[in-house]
């Protein structure tokens, strides 16, 4: 009889996005990553679209882990993904749709959206986060989803009712979340502890009358053993442990595992080939299928049925109680720490959501039909901020015709709507300590909403940060929560006119050639703009119209930049009746724009030094020759200087030459310098080249394949180690698809592949 496996992948990170800017700050702990979403993804997300099966030490084969397992991705996380890596996003949906095909139904699971906790939430607020979470799983995935993913599997009934209520067929759970089993359509109970359940087969519960929905418990010891043990060392280890756990019953059977999407490869180190071996090994018995929940469902029905445990989670041995109070549950760095932080502030936002829920209500009803209705549908517009998918928005939830003015004021509670459930999200109370950047993230969204209520004229702000004050900080620099709120949350809580004059310092240092362009979340309309001189450096004046994308805010102001020379810049701008005046110093500014800011003056910096050397050089050239070659010493920054522009001159004939003798008499050049060529620049130049002419030949391109091997030839020559990882990924669906081509193939052998068709193609 076919017994079964599921494994899944619970991949999620809180939303990072500045409210504003809708960008990752920089993170300075990600290093030498710019923020932790970046880092995760080169450590977890990407391998397991390209997870590694060795042989002999070289690349026998790359398997997108996510076509077998089955899989959900935090929906905030998924957006990021869209927009920051595009290839890894694709594959997650090419890794849906093709199971999809094979089984008839998909490895995706949805998510309720932001990660809130369930139980701890009100009805009304569940009931978004599901329609969100479902909302966003069509828009990604194309398809309605058949599951979804409870965050920290937090649980109660109402939540299960309106899971079901949605549509929504299934859920997986801990074992220790069931409270008693019967089978179905019999009376007898029987009350079970964790290790007591059966959890090898799906059961049905009731969570109301008229309702059900099925629920996978998963093995909680092979769980266990992946996340915290050492399980993930051996991939022939993990699926012997998988094939151990078969209890030889009757009828449909299946292992279930579940965990953290990121213990394969970002808390395990390799983690994602491990996987992938051990699905490989499953797969490649007869007697075993490794599918997804909806499949097997079809295929085996629910025979049990189940009563949960109320307010239960996989995160917390006390219930839920972790994300609102001191219950014991911690990471562990510092037990000499108290969470007893974690109750004011869940009663500073339990109370902040209650007021704003008043805003909504109060200001709500003179433009929708129903503000709840309408909060639900906002998510469409979050997910794509387009003017036809904002008047599809107003068609179906407006009270009446809207002025334009009207539909900004509704968009804006909405966003208020949105920014207050993000303050919601459950790593705020996870960790240790009050200061860390998830809390400090939920109170920035706080901030948000607490933002667009003072402009519907809600005032009691104070009071909000009157509760932060009983959440005491375990480090005496920050204090308490109110502090952390006017000290590190308020001094980075942008505004509409702020981005104007992030744009303006931006823009100061390049006359802007486009007239109307997108920055940001802003459309910016420059009307005017002047640049003067001054003994200092530079004056720009503009007159700039902003409209924020999604809510159709406007503002007109004037904005004026002193730019006094390298990074001594200040903006300065006058809303034009709508709001005060606001000042921006360099030091102020949104991070990744001041770091591109300073990499620009960096650049231009360099560049200029470099245009000295060259001429320095032509001046001095056949006199410096002359020394070397009679062995008088040069000073190290003669050296230095030229290893720069030898490293630079090599940078730009990667990017726009590739002409093998240009390279070849750079190279012959350092050698005779006796520099070293190898540089950060250098590498990321060859890597972006290599991934470049490994996508022409993918597009046919009778050239690239010569490109490719000198980038190659090249990368090797300047750099023992070559960073290959993503150009392999590229050449692999290419390998994939011309198995004929010998050429490729030997491309393919000295990137490190060893497949046996690469082995076994005709050498030439």
Not at 127 to 146: I, P, S
Not at 183 to 208: A, H, I
Not at 645 to 653: N, S, V
Not at 692 to 706: F, H, M, N, T, Y
Request: proline share 5%; aromatic share 10%; charged share 30%.
């Amino acid at each position: 009889m076919k017994r079964y496996v599921c494994i899944h992948g619970h991949f999620y990170q809180p939303h990072r996005e500045d409210p504003w800017f809708e960008e990752v700050p920089h993170q300075g702990n990600a290093s030498p990553f710019r923020n932790w979403n970046e880092r995760i993804t080169r450590e977890c997300y990407t391998p397991n679209a390209a997870a590694r099966i060795l042989r002999r030490g070289r690349i026998g084969e790359i398997i997108n882990n996510y076509e077998h397992i089955s899989f959900n991705f935090g929906p905030t996380l998924l957006g990021w993904l869209r927009k920051n890596n595009p290839w890894t996003y694709g594959k997650i949906l090419e890794a849906d749709a093709s199971s999809l095909k094979r089984r008839g139904f998909g490895n995706a699971m949805a998510q309720a959206y932001n990660h809130i906790i369930m139980p701890l939430a009100t009805k009304r607020d569940k009931l978004t986060q599901v329609r969100w979470g479902k909302r966003a799983f069509r828009f990604h995935f194309g398809r309605e989803a058949e599951g979804m993913w409870l965050p920290e599997c937090a649980v109660d009934s109402e939540t299960l009712a309106i899971l079901a209520e949605e549509g929504l067929k299934f859920t997986v759970l801990a074992p220790h979340q069931a409270s008693k089993i019967r089978r179905l359509r019999t009376e007898g109970w029987t009350q079970v502890e964790g290790r007591d359940l059966e959890v090898n087969r799906p059961y049905r519960c009731f969570p109301s009358p008229g309702l059900s929905i099925d629920v996978f418990f998963y093995n909680a010891s092979i769980s266990y053993a992946i996340s915290f043990g050492d399980l993930l060392k051996d991939g022939a280890r993990l699926a012997k442990e998988i094939e151990g756990a078969f209890k030889g019953g009757e009828g449909g059977e299946i292992v279930t595992v579940a965990t953290d999407g990121e213990t394969y490869g970002h808390h395990h180190r390799f983690g994602e080939m491990a996987l992938a071996f051990a699905l490989k090994a499953l797969e490649g018995r007869p007697d075993i299928e490794v599918t997804n929940f909806a499949h097997f469902l079809r295929l085996h029905p629910p025979q049990d049925e189940v009563a949960i445990r109320e307010r239960t989670s996989w995160g917390c041995a006390h219930g839920v109680d972790r994300w609102f109070r001191d219950c014991g549950c911690r990471i562990g760095s510092h037990p000499e720490w108290s969470q007893r932080w974690r109750t004011p502030l869940r009663e500073a936002m339990d109370w902040l959501m209650e007021e704003l829920t008043g805003v909504l209500e109060r200001e709500g009803e003179a433009y929708f039909r129903d503000p709840w209705e309408a909060r639900d549908g906002y998510i469409d517009l979050v997910l794509d901020p387009s003017e036809e998918v904002k008047e599809s928005f107003f068609s179906q939830f407006e009270k009446r015709g809207l002025e334009e003015r009207e539909r900004t004021s509704a968009l804006l509670l909405m966003e208020m709507e949105y920014h207050r459930l993000l303050a919601l999200t459950s790593c705020g109370w996870y960790f240790d300590e009050l200061s860390r950047i998830e809390t400090r993230q939920n109170l920035l969204h706080a901030a948000r909403a607490i933002q667009i209520a003072k402009a519907f004229g809600w005032d009691k702000e104070e009071e909000f940060i009157k509760i932060l004050e009983g959440a005491k900080s375990n480090l005496p620099q920050y204090g308490d929560g109110a502090r952390i709120y006017r000290e590190r949350i308020l001094p980075n809580l942008f505004s509409l006119s702020e981005v104007g004059v992030h744009f303006a310092i931006e823009s100061a240092q390049d006359s802007p050639s486009l007239r109307e362009r997108r920055y940001f979340s802003v459309e910016i309309d420059l009307l005017e703009e002047k640049r003067e001189p001054t003994p200092e450096g530079i004056t720009v004046e503009q007159r700039q119209g902003l409209r924020h994308l999604r809510t159709g805010q406007r503002l007109k102001q004037r904005v004026r930049v002193c730019w006094r020379g390298g990074l001594d810049l200040e903006g300065e701008a006058d809303p034009q009746g709508d709001g005060p005046p606001c000042k921006l110093g360099f030091r102020e500014l949104f991070s990744p724009v001041a770091q591109r800011i300073a990499e620009r003056f960096e650049g231009g910096l360099r560049r200029e030094y470099l245009r000295f050397w060259e001429g320095f050089l032509e001046g001095n050239g056949r006199l410096l020759e002359d020394l070397r070659t009679w062995g008088i010493s040069l000073p190290t920054s003669f050296r230095e200087s030229m290893a720069d522009l030898l490293r630079l001159r090599l940078t730009r004939e990667v990017e726009e030459g590739m002409s093998r003798e240009a390279i070849d008499a750079i190279l012959k050049e350092a050698h005779l310098w006796k520099v070293e060529v190898a540089s950060g620049e250098v590498e990321r130049a060859l890597q972006g080249r290599l991934k470049e002419e490994i996508g022409r030949i993918s597009e046919g391109d009778p050239k690239a394949l010569e490109k490719a091997e000198l980038a190659l030839s090249l990368y090797r020559r300047i750099f023992p180690h070559p960073d290959l990882y993503e150009a392999q990924n590229l050449l692999w669906d290419i390998l994939k698809s011309q198995k004929e081509e010998r050429r490729i193939w030997r491309l393919a052998r000295k990137m490190g592949f060893s497949h046996p068709q690469v082995t076994n193609a005709p050498r030439e």
